[in-house]
């Protein structure tokens, strides 16, 4: 077990550097003069120069490279300004270092990651299992027409309605707006209602259906007939057994779905001028703040795969044959 | 005795001291298609001790019918028609709460794959003890130990420790021990066990075998035993009931099926199926054609777009007029009982081998006797009881 997940770990971590190195060269290999991009139109040789310096980029890439993976873990100084561990880039735009930018940014998103989460679990897994239980029945086909339905919304469309018809129609919220939640727990769930339930809506959908599907699927597994062969209650055979069965499908789906989220959610935030990783990533696009893209990449990238590692975990933890191998 | 044990041309018994009585049932799913007819008019019976072999080409009906005794069928989907009546309880107008106090209980299943019959994320000794706990509020720790004591019983080493062990880390034969540990742990009086070896090696097939008739030995259970192999019927079964799309088209004991058989089907699967009674060197011959849909089963004889022997009944009435099948040993086919035996020796049992034709010649000396009997008023029984 111990050694499944050491040798998990070693793997998440071989996937990250390759994912680095292969961002770091797409990032700045790719447009074939970086600081071009930085140095605007009245650019001169010696601005160029200059800009060329401060990003690092007159050395040869590897090396850049290196110099990146080192600060990470060491820190780095440039000619602008300090970049302490993990310095993941310098935003020239912001004249800050990209990493407490991006951790300023987390608890939006991450607040946002985890109330929609929690929406979409309890409605879309929920839904999904009363579809299974009650299949071909009148709910089933109510919850699979509004899954097929939620499946084929659109945040950005879905979003303005909401605000109309909930904020400036009936004035029962105020416009979505963030608020730390250790400042004021009340303000921070009320103030994100709107926004979970709008980014849980097109989850909802998705979840519906595969809960439906890998229950039904389990139903005609052998051993959950057995268990039935064998005079188990209904509802113990679909808890005990086809539940279970279902579970880890869910559960990878759910370590994708969350950890893509916690990169950030960019149309719900732009939606909401909720000003999170996915606005950041935005804004910095916009921009072409190349070491704040970098970082967010990476940040995404690292998020995926430590998801991904836990999910790996999670196995171990709810299937024997995981763990006992 | 047993309805499928008396010498062909004795009255029916049906019914009384059957412990399992199946009478006529209809199985019918409504699919997107159209309306299958999984099961259509089957009767039958099971004794208390005694094992009953279903053979039958895939998709005749063994699994749906055996299910549906369980009653496992989803009712939204299913229409069932006629009787199943075990130990005096009619179980197709039972309760799903009813059937589950039986299942596991009275009655149990024994799947084909041991290796997907057991759920991987409970230990074997949680899974054997569920239904124990469930049928006789036996305690957690009493439940333990009976499951420690079934898998001995079946033939596990260790018993007290692999109880704690999960399915994947036993071999498919010791799953299949740990099934049949399950299915008994409640001694049930039925046992069903659908195609219990065919996913298993050749050598561990007979263990498995032998160990389900000892265990018929010592809880007296009758077992209801569905395969393709007629060489396990030939050892284990004691009568044998031959099905085709849905219908029961031959029954009888073991050895007269095997001796004697008498539908064209079944003449058919005797040289398309390995048997232990017919030569190893003789080649296979698989049965012409196809299974019929059952969407649209043939009209008449289920058998007749495939059988070679329809132009010796008279008239089309293999295509129009559906043969019965007797009560006790017989079979439905409108051939009469001379002509099964001499087209059956003179015409199939040679490519079965010499043990076949010597039966073969039996069995056609004996119906030829039978039939100048019918002709000779006031014969007496003694002829008839030699067959
Ligand atoms: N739930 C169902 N809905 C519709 N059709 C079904 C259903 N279950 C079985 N059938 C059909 O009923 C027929 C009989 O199936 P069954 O499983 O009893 O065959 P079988 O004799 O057990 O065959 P095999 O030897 O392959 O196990 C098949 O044509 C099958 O497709
Ligand atoms: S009834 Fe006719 S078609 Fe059917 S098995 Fe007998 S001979 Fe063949
Ligand atoms: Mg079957």
Redesign the interface.
Known sequence: MLRFLIRRALGALVVLILISAITYGLFWAVPRDPAMLSCGRDCTASALKIIHHNLGTDEPIYLQYWHYMVGIFAGRHFPVGNCPAPCLGYSFDESTPVWPIITGRLPVTISLAIGGSVVFLIVGVGLGMIAAARRGKLIDKVATTLSMFMYSMQIYFLGPIALAILVYGLHLFNNPAYVPFTENPWGWFVGLLIPWAVLATIFVGAYTRMTRSLLIEQFQEEHVKMARAKGMSTPFVFFRYAWRGALSMIITQFGMDFSSLLGGAIITEYTFSLQGLGAFSVEATDKSDLPSIMGIMLFGAALIVIFNAAIDACYAVIDPRVRLN | MSTMTMPAGSPAATGGEAFLSVRDLYVRFSTEDGIVKAVDGLSFDVQRGRTLGIVGESGSGKSVTNLTI?G?H?P??TTIGGEIVLDGQELTGAS?RQL??????KM??I???PM???????TVGRQIA??FR??TGATKRAAHERAVEMLAKVGIPQPAQRVHD?P??FSGGMRQRV?IA??LVCNPDLIIADEPTTALDVTVQAQILDLLLEMQREFGSAIVLITHDLGVVANTADDLLVMYAGRAVERGTVEEVLRAPQHPYTWGLLGSMPSLTTDVSLPLTPIPGTPPSLLDPPTGCPFHPRCRFTEHVSGARCRTERPELPDGRGAACHLTPSQKAELYAEDVAPALGEEAVEAAADAERAADAEAVEDQVPGSTDSEENEQ
């Open positions: 369980l496992m989803n939204a989907t799903e589950q106090q039986l299942r596991g209980n149990a299943m799947f084909q794959d997907t019959s057991l759920s991987p994320y409970y569920e239904p469930k049928h999960y994947h880390q099934v399950m299915a």
